[in-house]
């Protein structure tokens, strides 16, 4: 059974341009949920998407966006890039709501 | 919101010995607290987890012990291997919108097992 795939694994990219991370969840699990990980700040949530809807969003600014497509997969956009937003970014499968969540190996966005 | 502490942020013990990382939270609506390993390079798997109904949960090495009065829980890692050199992070959450449960994480404790 395949993981949950978050693709690419590392990106560089200059202050002031647009990202856009992709995550594809393990096959049957509707819940896509976001993460930041930073030494400074630990891991903290960004949003969380089931069938299609966001259902529930962290402490992050307008910047941060994501979406979820029919097929589960899920994207997130971070604008305006700052140099703070150098973190692992990590993507999350649930089968449902209220289930063990299975994360992918992150993305490693670094802002130059 | 849930405010989750986790200590130490470093545990060094050699193989064979025992290990625990304790956590302490805020919010007594939390009642659900799972545990997760990182490995380097990989992200967190989740390793045990308990429910605000139970006091304690074993699974071979590894256990889970909660106390809901004092808001705090604890892993316990027994007869240590090289292989448990990894991040530990403790979370606590409460059923949110949809019945989502939103994790709060602690900052980790980073375990090292001498061989």
């Known amino acids: 059974k395949a993981g949950v795939t978050q693709t690419p694994r590392y990106l560089i990219k200059t202050r002031g341009q647009q990202v856009t991370l992709s995550c594809s969840p393990i096959?049957?699990?509707?819940?896509v949920s976001w993460y930041q990980q930073t030494p400074g700040q630990g891991l903290q949530f960004l949003f969380e998407?089931?069938?299609?809807?966001?259902?529930n969003k962290g402490n992050f600014p307008g910047r941060f966006s994501g979406r979820q497509f029919s097929n589960s997969r899920s994207e997130m956009n971070v604008s305006t890039l700052e140099l703070g937003d150098s973190a692992l970014y990590l993507c999350?499968?649930?089968?449902?709501?209220?289930?063990?969540?299975?994360f992918g190996q992150g993305t490693r966005l670094t802002v130059v | 919101g849930e405010n989750v502490e986790q200590h130490p942020s470093t545990l060094s013990v050699q193989e064979g010995d025992s290990a625990v990382i304790k956590c302490t939270y805020s919010?007594?609506?939390?009642?659900?607290f799972p545990w997760y390993k990182q490995e380097l390079g990989k992200g967190p798997q989740l390793i045990i987890d308990?429910?605000?109904?139970?006091g304690e949960k074993k699974d071979q090495r590894i256990a889970v012990t909660l106390n809901k009065t004092a808001k705090h829980f604890s892993l316990h890692i027994t007869e240590t291997q090289p292989e448990d050199s990894a991040v530990y992070f403790c979370?606590?959450?409460?059923?949110?919108?949809?019945?989502?449960?939103?994790?709060?994480f602690g900052r980790g404790t980073s375990l090292i097992v001498h061989p």
């Open positions: 999350a499968s649930k089968r449902g709501p209220n289930t063990e969540a299975f």
């Open positions: 998407y089931f069938s299609e809807t966001q259902r």
């Open positions: 919010d007594s609506a939390s009642n659900y």
């Open positions: 979370a606590a959450s409460k059923g949110q919108g949809g019945g989502s449960y939103i994790p709060t």
């Open positions: 308990i429910r605000s109904n139970v």
């Open positions: 096959s049957g699990h509707r819940s």
